[in-house]
């Protein structure tokens, strides 16, 4: 933690970057900070409770987050898979950045979560995860440590729902989806949805429905999900967020599983890897073409 | 001091009565998604879904008088000519059971602004045919604030019965004139008995509460009055990620879009959605310009027009400290931490103001 505050003064100070976003304790548990002041860098933490994808700060829109000007982001290996992303989409320059790699040894599900790491509350994205800091960092932190070991099988939720027939499949997200209202924070909280106008608030032509009807939420989650196919840097953030319990991370898996074995794409934080939708390879599968 | 009695076995039965007169009847139910639990407000077929053990739904009771989407009317559109087909504005019979007190509250305050510059007849038409019984808080969290807002865990304001569990019963507490009628039908399971005042609980709960945040509500709305431009807007939207979450959970924002969608050749229907002030395109221009500019201008919204425009419009804080906007928020933006930085500002300023 010292050597994580440490470097962050010392950026601030010889005026390397103008602010630092990183996590600090607040009166629940571990929330993003925006540090601007060397001072303040005696807030910053990192621990198994950092589960926020901070990347998601960085995207031009976020007209607020850029007028702090030059920054340095805290990023765990997975988040750096967003600077990736957001570079590889032209959406942000590598040398406009300053990334902090911090060694990480998993993290909660749950940024108030009290409990220890385990077993039982690693999340999801970190099953097998080496820990490593990202390849990315211009600096990295941290002692290396060890993730915890899984609690199972972290597609055991997906097989299940590839086993049922296509009936009770839409039965089943029928119900999940008719909790959506439509806040939007899936798409808030992604790194990758940055557009400008999101499709879902176009009204000329409407696309997708705005209502909270059943037939505007399936409209909603599946366009946003095959949007995000090979794009999807798999931090769970759009789960976490869902007020409606709504569990979004299996659609985003599934086109994860297909990405890979279709076009052999697996997401990385090496950004010189082209995105499959916007790559062309001759051996690309075809056979869907008429 | 002779109270009403309402034992558990009785409130089924109750339950099972309406049910079988048709009544829509609804409840905390508990849901299990893929390893998350929580519980819902939903209908419940059968009363032995109820769970009145004290946890709070996730969403408020606010979606049974105001559907996250409601048809206004149904169109048919031949040429020049378009025929319009009301949508009806009375509603069938519904008893809400196991309502959180924060939520019972707000469709009180709420009333105020749908009663306002136009009588919202979808609003009241819901809130005519619903029944409210609250039932007090056992427990609460750390996000729970609902005495820094006047309230409290065992507050009667919008119900129309109030219930204190007592042991494996409940004491009744009649409020309100469709409170004395649902008691009319029901005086042999509503005992009167000379069991002590219960409360003791409760008044755990209420200590507990209290000491997540205390509020001086006419202090903060001066402050608030004299600070639309002020650099604490800039520094506590930094992290928040403009969606709707905190506003679509919140048992008292009421705001609302309205669309029209087609169904089919030219037939469509008119609906309104639910709304909410913190994604940029609440306040777009159809020039593109906004006049709110960014997520500080967006925050400050949503803090004046609870602790600020409300209450001087309609003299009630539009908050009933329910605490679901912490809960739920990605970003972790906490509006009691909040509260409590402004409250604090208040007090420094007090002399100057």
């Known amino acids: 933690m010292e050597e994580l505050r440490e470097l962050a003064k010392k950026l601030l100070q010889e005026k390397q970057v103008n602010a630092v976003v990183g996590y600090e304790c607040d009166r629940r548990g571990v929330r993003p900070a925006f540090v601007d002041d060397p001072a303040g860098c005696d807030r910053l933490v990192f621990d198994h409770r950092c589960v926020q994808n901070l990347p998601a700060y960085l995207s031009p829109r976020r007209t607020n987050v850029a007028g702090l000007g030059r920054l340095a982001v805290v990023v765990k290996q997975c988040d750096a898979r967003a600077v990736a992303g957001l570079i590889r989409e032209s959406q942000l320059k590598r ?180 995105a499959p939708i916007g790559s062309y390879r001759l051996d690309d599968g075809q056979e869907f073409i008429l | 001091m002779m109270r009403r009695m309402l034992s558990r076995t009785d409130l089924d039965a109750l339950v099972r009565d309406l049910l079988g007169a048709g009544t829509r009847v609804i409840a905390p139910v508990r849901r299990k998604v893929q390893g998350r639990e929580f519980v819902e407000y939903a209908p419940v077929q059968n009363p032995e879904e109820i769970a009145l053990d004290g946890s709070q739904p996730v969403r408020p009771l606010k979606q049974v008088v105001f559907p996250p989407t409601e048809t206004l009317f149904n169109y048919k559109q031949d040429k020049g000519l378009v025929q319009i087909q009301e949508a009806p504005t009375t509603f069938s019979d519904t008893l809400v059971i196991g309502a959180r007190p924060c939520d019972a509250a707000a469709l009180e305050i709420v009333d105020r602004v749908m009663d306002w510059d136009y009588h919202d007849e979808f609003w009241f038409g819901h809130r005519q045919a619903t029944t409210v019984v609250a039932v007090a808080c056992t427990d609460s969290d750390e996000s729970c604030f609902c005495t820094a807002v006047g309230l409290s865990p065992e507050s009667t304001r919008g119900a129309d019965w109030l219930l204190i569990p007592a042991g494996s019963s409940f004491e009744v507490r009649v409020v309100t004139p469709k409170g004395e009628a649902l008691l009319e039908s029901n005086k042999s399971r509503c005992p009167e008995s000379d069991v002590p005042e219960a409360g003791k609980a409760s008044s755990a709960v209420e200590e507990k509460v209290r000491a997540n945040l205390a509020m001086n509500p006419a202090k903060l709305q001066e402050w608030l009055g004299a600070h639309f431009e002020h650099p604490l807007w800039q520094k506590i ?117």
């Not at chain 1, 009770?168 to 939007?184: D, Q, V």
Request: net charge neutral.
């Open chain 2, 237 to 353: 939207a930094l992290r928040c990620h403009g969606c709707g979450a905190c506003a679509f959970v919140c048992p008292t924002c009421h705001c609302f879009d309205i669309v029209d969608e087609l169904e089919g050749v030219g037939r469509g229907a008119r609906r309104r959605n639910w709304d909410a002030c913190q994604p940029a395109l609440f306040t777009l221009h159809g020039s593109g310009h906004n006049p709110r500019k960014d997520q500080s201008a967006r925050f400050r919204q949503r803090v004046m027009h609870k602790f600020s425009i409300y209450p001087s419009r309609f003299g009630e804080i539009l908050c009933t400290g329910c605490g679901r906007c912490i809960r739920v928020c990605a970003a972790g933006m906490d509006l009691i931490a909040i509260l409590a930085e402004i409250g604090q500002n208040a007090e420094e300023a007090g002399s100057t103001l």
């Open chain 1, 95 to 274: 040398e406009n950045l300053v990334l902090i790699g911090v060694r990480c040894g998993g993290v909660a599900a749950n940024p108030n979560e009290s409990r220890e790491l385990g077993a039982e509350t690693l999340a999801l994205r970190c099953y097998g995860c080496s820990g490593t800091e990202t390849a990315m960092a211009d600096y990295v932190v941290g002692e290396p440590k060890t993730v915890p070991a899984a609690g199972g099988d972290r597609d055991a939720r997906l097989a299940e729902i590839e086993k049922m027939s296509p009936e009770e499949r839409l039965a089943l997200w029928k119900e999940w989806l008719s909790r959506c209202t439509r806040c939007h924070a899936c798409r808030q909280v992604c790194p990758m949805c940055f557009c400008e106008r999101c499709v879902a608030e176009k009204t000329q032509p409407n696309w997708i429905e705005s209502s909270p009807h059943i037939q505007g939420n399936f409209s909603w989650n599946v366009t946003r999900a095959l949007h995000l196919a090979g794009r999807c840097v798999d931090c769970g953030e759009c789960e976490r967020a869902c007020p409606a319990q709504i569990p979004l991370g299996l659609l985003n898996r599934k086109l994860a599983k297909i990405m890979s074995a279709r076009y052999g794409f697996a997401v990385t934080d090496d950004p010189s890897t082209p």
